[in-house]
Structures are given as C-alpha cells and as structure tokens.
C-alpha cells in the first residue's frame, strides 16, 4: 500500500514513519525545505524518544521518502492523510489555512482516485469543507475526478508518541463511504491482527470524538488543580483526596494530578476552539468555557506562591526554573506553565536562570536572552532565592539536596507537580500544590 503524508510535524513525521514501520510505503511531504532536506539526511527536527531509529531504519528500507511538491507523488498514492498544523487564532478558533491549503494543493493535482484523510484536530464540518475545495479545484480543472474524504484524529501523547500510535486504545476513523472503508480497514490490518480497537463512525462523529477526547482530560485537569487550589484553603491535601476518589472505579486514577496548569500544542487551543464551535451555533459550553478559565488561572500559582513568601519583595531576586517544555519526554514549548511564569518573573524584575533536559535549544528560540540557560540543575540553583519545579523530568527525581541546599542563597523549592515531599526536604522550604505550607 501507498501513502502520503501531509505535513511533517510530530503528528505527520511520527504516523509517516510509524506507517513505513507497519509496511507501508510512505511518502513525507512538508513546505518546510530545510526540513525535509534534513529529513533526507536523517536529521529528526523534534524530540521524540525512539523516532531517529524508526526513521532511518525506514529510509533505508526505502519504505520511507520525504518530498516537499506533493504533485510528485499524488498519482502512486492510495491514500492522503493531511496533518499540518491548526494553530489558534487570535479569538480562539482553529486556524484552518494550512489545512485548506493542503486541500486545495491536492485538487490541482490529483488525476485518479484518492482518500483524503485529516489527521490535523479540525472543527466538526470542516472535512465537508476539504471536499468543496478539492471538487471546486477539480471543476476549475474541468475534471470529474472520484475521490472520498475521512477522518481519522490522532490521539498520541508527545514522549510516549510510538507506543501510543502503534498500540493505541483506539483509533477513530469517520467514513462516509464503502470505498474508503475499505481502505482505511486495509491501512489500519496490522493494528486491528494485533487486536487493538479500530472503531468506525460518521465523519462529524470523528471530528468531534477528537475535541470531546481533548475537552474531557483538560477537564479532569482543571477540576483536579480547582480542588487543590480550595485544599490549600481549608487544611486538606490533593493527594490524599485523588488516591481517595480515583478508587472510584467510575472516576479512575488517571489523570487526577493536581499542578500548575496543562500547556501544550492540544489541550488549551482544542478547549478554546470547541467553545468557540458551539458559539458559532449559537450555544455556550459552560463548563469548557470554566476549564480553559482555571487552567490561565492555574498557570500563576507558582509565581503567586513565590511571591506571596517573599511578600511581594521579589525584585532583583534570582530564581531558578527546573523544566521548560509543557511535559517531559518532549522539546515542545507551546503554551506550556513555564512560560507564563517565566513571563511573570521577568516583568517582576527576577533574573531567571532555566534548565530542561531536551528543551534547551527551544528555549533560546522563544526567550532569547531574557533569561540564563545552566548546563544541569545544580548550576541551575547556584546563588537562586527560589526554585521552581515545573516539568517532571526524571531526572529532577532525586537531586543531592545537601549540595543544592549548599549552592542556593535560600532555600525555598516551589513544586509545581508534587513530586518531592517535605520530609525528604529537612532545610529546604516547600511549597506545592493543594497542600497548605505547614513548615
Ligand atoms: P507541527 O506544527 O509540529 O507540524 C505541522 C507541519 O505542517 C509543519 O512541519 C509545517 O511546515 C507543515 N505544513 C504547514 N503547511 C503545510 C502545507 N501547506 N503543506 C505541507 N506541509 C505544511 O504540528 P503537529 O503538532 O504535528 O500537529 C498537527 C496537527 O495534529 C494539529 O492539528 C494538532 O492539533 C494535531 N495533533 C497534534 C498532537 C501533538 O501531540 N502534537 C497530537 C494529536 C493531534
């Protein structure tokens, strides 16, 4: 089977690569130049553990192309999956240029049949839309040329993005045709042989599957650090409270972690861009509207709680900051807690010395010289009168406290993941998440 991939980001270059590992021959295709001439040569442009591997050993398997003019290879294809960005726009919904762009780019070239696919997380309704604009570039064309359109959202995490794709809990596929069908169940054998769900539904049911899917979790998020933030008010301790409900075996322990807010290229512009659906017909969504609400709240506590110890008198102050990127196991900076608190610490006057396994070339693209990058954590710390926990890297797991606690001007660690615990911490202050300071 023949493939091409739209768009080489982590959504494209992992389900391009993951595709070839699967059998498939796949092409990669990106506007992006520089990128691909890269790609070629096996230089991977994110983080993403494992990816390296799968991308050379497939490139050499010749399973594995990468082109920048999709025209190249649109008539030896079966299937086009589109997975460019959908940034958000300034009032919150989808950006879907690159999307259109991509349709339109397939209709001035297609000359047989083929299945456009959008991976990319779009509105409910905009496969609809990726069909007129192929059948109007084809019209302009005077060709009647046959062609299907599907959905098939992707759900993987960035870090665990391989695992994710090849064994995943499901994978959504919106048809609304036989044909297509067909193909998608003929792509999609080796994960349906190794018995992991495919389940088949309506395009609009697809779409939407991806932003409830997104909506849900950020929910859970937002609800979990609103919960913590009243803990704090009244004497009681998040962790105890989500061992308490996540035994509920119709609530479940995952993703019940208090912290300081979601970040990401998903959850905040998929929570924002579903409101902004339902505004568009006419209906407010309440509780999505409160969560996105929580989360730009929550994205303060840690600044909050910093100067709240040091009564406001914080300028000057030097400060460190443990993890940059939204999560561990990626390099992605996208709307992720350490830059809102980074942003605030600034404009307070601190000079902020940051420090992140993988995310350190990132963040010398974002932030410039605004801020000192250390070359690991306890060069970090060095003369710091705080320092803030904000990605869970393993490898802030265990720090030797004595020679941190040697290094800092003083010690005051601000945890905004609750990994660390007070008694672990005899010199240090701490302060965390849902958990009134008692030291
Ligand atoms: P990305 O920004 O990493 O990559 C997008 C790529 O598309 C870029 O390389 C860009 O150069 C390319 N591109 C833009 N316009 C193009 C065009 N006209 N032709 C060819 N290439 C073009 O984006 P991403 O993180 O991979 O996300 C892609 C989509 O998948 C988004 O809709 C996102 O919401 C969704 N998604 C992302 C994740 C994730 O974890 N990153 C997970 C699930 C779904």
């Known amino acids: 089977m023949k493939i091409a991939v739209v768009g080489s980001g982590y959504v494209g270059l992992v389900s391009g690569a993951c595709f070839a590992e699967l059998g498939v021959d796949v092409t990669c295709v990106d506007v992006d130049r520089a990128k691909i001439e890269g790609l070629k040569e096996g230089v991977i442009p994110i983080y993403e553990p494992n990816l390296d591997v799968l991308i050379t050993k497939n490139i050499r398997s010749g399973r594995l192309k990468f082109t920048t003019d999709i025209a190249e290879c649109?008539?030896?294809?079966?299937?086009?999956?589109?997975?460019?960005?959908?940034?958000?726009?300034?009032?919150?919904?989808?950006?879907?240029?690159?999307?259109?762009?991509?349709?339109?780019?397939?209709?001035?070239?297609?000359?047989?049949?083929?299945?456009?696919?959008?991976?990319?997380?779009?509105?409910?309704?905009?496969?609809?839309?990726?069909?007129?604009i192929?059948?109007?570039?084809?019209?302009?064309?005077?060709?009647?040329?046959?062609?299907?359109?599907?959905?098939?959202?992707?759900?993987?995490?960035?870090?665990?993005?391989?695992?994710?794709?090849?064994?995943?809990?499901?994978?959504?596929?919106?048809?609304?045709?036989?044909?297509?069908?067909?193909?998608?169940?003929?792509?999609?054998?080796?994960?349906?042989?190794?018995?992991?769900?495919?389940?088949?539904?309506?395009?609009l049911s697809a779409e939407m599957t991806k932003y409830a899917a997104n909506a849900m979790l950020a929910t859970r998020i937002s609800f979990m650090n609103d919960i913590a933030n009243l803990c704090e008010l009244v004497g009681a301790d998040v962790a105890m409270v989500r061992r308490g409900i996540g035994s509920d075996s119709r609530i479940g322990n995952k993703f019940l972690y208090a912290g300081c807010g979601y970040g990401g290229s998903c959850f905040p512009k998929d929570v924002r861009a579903l409101a902004q659906t339902a505004g568009q017909y006419g209906y407010s969504m309440s509780v999505i509207e409160a969560v996105n609400m929580v989360n730009e709240r929550q994205k303060n506590v840690l600044f909050e709680k910093f100067s709240d110890h040091y009564k406001g008198e914080i300028q000057g102050r030097k400060v460190a900051v443990w993890g940059l990127s939204f999560k561990p196991g990626t390099d992605d900076m996208r709307e992720a807690p350490s830059l809102t608190l980074i942003e605030s610490l600034l404009e307070a006057g601190c000079s902020v010395r940051v420090y992140d396994p993988v995310a350190m070339k990132e963040a010398e693209r974002i932030l410039g010289n605004r801020v000192d990058y250390a070359d690991d954590i306890y060069d970090c710390v060095l003369d710091a009168d705080a320092i803030f926990h904000v990605t869970e890297w393993k490898e802030f797991r265990f720090p030797n406290w004595e020679i941190i606690k040697k290094v800092v001007n003083i010690p005051l660690l601000i945890d905004g993941r609750n990994v660390?615990?007070?008694?672990?911490?005899?010199?240090?202050?701490y302060l965390c998440i849902g958990k009134r300071d008692e030291q």
């Open 420 to 429: 660390y615990s007070s008694q672990d911490l005899v010199g240090i202050k």
């Open 74 to 132: 649109l008539d030896d294809v079966e299937i086009v999956f589109n997975a460019v960005g959908t940034p958000p726009k300034k009032d919150g919904s989808a950006d879907l240029s690159y999307v259109y762009q991509v349709a339109r780019a397939i209709g001035s070239s297609l000359n047989r049949y083929v299945l456009v696919v959008t991976k990319s997380t779009v509105p409910v309704g905009t496969a609809a839309k990726i069909k007129e």
């Open 134 to 203: 192929i059948a109007g570039e084809l019209a302009e064309r005077g060709l009647d040329i046959e062609f299907d359109v599907a959905s098939n959202p992707e759900f993987l995490k960035e870090g665990d993005a391989i695992d994710d794709f090849m064994k995943p809990d499901r994978v959504v596929v919106g048809v609304d045709s036989d044909r297509a069908t067909e193909l998608m169940t003929k792509l999609y054998k080796p994960i349906l042989l190794s018995n992991f769900r495919v389940i088949f539904m309506d395009i």
